[in-house]
């Protein structure tokens, strides 16, 4: 990163700047959302102890009403009403009736008329109402004021002597809401009553308002409401001092615990970005810019070699050039035309080299067959190059049938394909040439409401033919016949030995095509012996990150071609899933070391990370046209046959054939390796058979069996090495 020219910030200072950044955005947040919101979080819980508070306090007074007048409602029926009315008699007896019940603090009895006429109290120094108390008619109990004292009251009216005649008096009993009585009532606080003109201002409480609460102090809440009496006079204020420190510090630690994870989630985040820099990002950067003087370095010194290469750290310019070499030498050495799946022109022509040879060194027979389309422009220009393609691939289908194994057909141009047939002499050559030229005829197309017939002009040669000293010779003498067959009027086959009559002339320019074709011949084999090379040194640097990755490969590389062996795949399929076995997690490169050498169970972050892996090593080999075939096993090598894999959730016959067998070849090595945290399964008891008990879920149940076969009948299926701690992690995502 760049500030003025000649002035860089190091990744260090990038980091400084970072948390001082952070550092301001916690303290701006704390102080404008999460001290607000924290305040605003215990306020509610204040209110909701205050309601909670005010609600028990006057229920435990309903309950000691209820008491009261339970007590009162039993004893007004034994008690003699006549004794209890008289103006002197009886209060002996009243006093010690009302002493037996040990809840009340005051008894006293009303006439009909309401005046006193036995009073009793338990304090001798607390005087008994001298006038009835300013109660509703029909008040049976409730709170009232006694020489500023809050009173819980009950009464009950008295039996009549006659069932007709009306209530003599009226029996009441009282309790003060004193020491003893607001400790059972508050709740865990202490409890007091105040008259309504002494309520303290200092708990900011109107003298209006029926309720309310105050902090009175660090972690002590008063909390305050009106009591009236039955007749809805205003007695006072009840009010209650508790401690709420509890709610004070949760709050304080639900802020500090928000900051807390906030700090770290913000460190941990700018730790990744500047560990991605320092071990991604920077690397990367200076290797891009070195790439781009490789070219012009074919030719440099040894010390201006060591230059493009000092002070990058890691692995990617090694990677990068054993990569760089393996694809573009692949590249060269590729010998399947992608169209039709034949050989193409390059390895066409390099078989024949050897086969020419070899006949000629042990005087055995060999015979070429040229043939093209007619009139294949026409179908091309009519139909457009898709029909044009799908001509071609049925050219090849019929190449493939009328061929031997031993035979080598392939497309060595546009529409013009070549048949190689060892040990085949002329006349048997010609009858693979009017049997393919059956099997093209068979076959009509329909291009744009035309209909064509397809038909084959074909040229053979064998060794027989005069002039033929060279590969080149026999290439253009079957190229006269097949020329010859055209003039004819095409749809034919014509041997060369039938061109007696006309001059076989090798061209003017053989010489210099031969001297090209050599050089061409030389540098192809050098691309081959580079490539696999490259191959090599890839594995070996696979090997150098995780031993047991490199391993792991060529385990899945061998698995992989005994399934495809036993499924008759061709043998350039089976090549091309022995790359991709070879390729398929080298991805895996760019993963963390926690990630790829973890010795237990991967996180769910690392699943992640490690689920990623398929398509970082599509993103390395794409570009590469000649590992098209070999992308989308390495992509689709984790989907599952019931579609509940990864990356894409294919399913079934959706996942690419080579895909479905490197799943079972990978997994199967994974089972046999032993990890940390469980032991390697042995290939009889439990390998194959969780392979098979997979089989429609996870795996395809054809390519199953194909595998268990060859497991039963095959003796190279290596058991896992005892050292191994870790096979392919992909298996725990």
Known sequence: MMVTSGMKISSPGILLIAAVVAACGIFLLDNFYLRPQVAKQEAAALQDQANKTRSTVMWAMGAQQTNLLRACAAWGKVVETRRLLAATGGTKEFALQAQRLAEIDLAWVTDAKGRIVQAWSRDPHTQPPKAPSPVTKDAQKGLIELDHELLIFARH??????????????????????SEVMEQLAAGGKLFFIDEDKLPTAIGIAHTADQGHSMTGPGQLAVVWLVRNPTGKALGYLRIDLTVRHIHLQATHARR????????????ALLVIVGAHMLITGPVIRLLRRLQHVDSLGAGSKEQR??????????????????????????????????????????????????????????????LIILDVDFFKAINDTGGHHAGDELLKTIAQACRQACRQADLPGRIGGDEFAILLPETSAKDAEAVAQRLRQLV??????????????????????????????????????????????????????????????????PSTAPERNVLNKKLAGLDNRFKELFLQAVHEIVDLLEHRDPNMADHARKVGHYASLIARKMNLPKQSIKRIEIAATLHDIGMLSLPDSVLLCPTELNEEQLRLMQEHTLRSVRIMQGMEFLEQEIPAVRHHHERFDGTGYPDGLAGGAIPLAARILAVADAFDAMLSPRTFRGAKTIEEE????????????????????????????????????SATQADPAHQA
């Open 306 to 367: 060591e230059a493009l290469t000092r002070g990058l750290r890691g692995e990617p310019l090694v990677l990068a050039q054993k990569l760089q070499s393996a694809f573009a030498e692949l590249a060269h050495i590729s010998k399947t035309d992608q169209l039709t799946g034949l050989a193409n022109r390059r390895h066409f022509q390099e078989v024949m080299v050897a086969f020419f040879n070899q006949a000629r060194r042990y005087d055995r027979p060999l015979s």
């Open 157 to 178: 009216n008295l039996p009549a002597d006659d069932k007709n005649a009306k209530s003599p008096g009226q029996l009441w009993l009282g309790r003060f809401v004193r």
């Open 441 to 506: 005829g068979a076959h009509a197309i329909t291009v744009n409401s035309a209909e064509f017939n397809i038909t084959l002009s074909i040229g053979i040669t064998d060794l027989s033919v005069e002039g033929i000293n060279s590969r080149e010779d026999m290439i253009n003498v079957a190229d006269q016949a097949l020329y010859a067959a055209k003039e004819r009027g095409r749809n034919r086959v014509v041997h060369a030995s039938e061109l007696k009559g006309t001059s076989l002339k090798v």
């Open 257 to 268: 615990t928000a900051l807390i994870i906030l700090s770290l989630s913000i460190a941990l």
């Open 687 to 722: 390998a194959l058979a969780e392979i098979q008990e997979q089989a429609g879920s996870q795996f395809d149940p054809a390519i199953v069996t194909a595998f268990v076969d060859a497991a039963v009948e095959s003796s190279n299926l290596p058991e896992s090495s005892p």
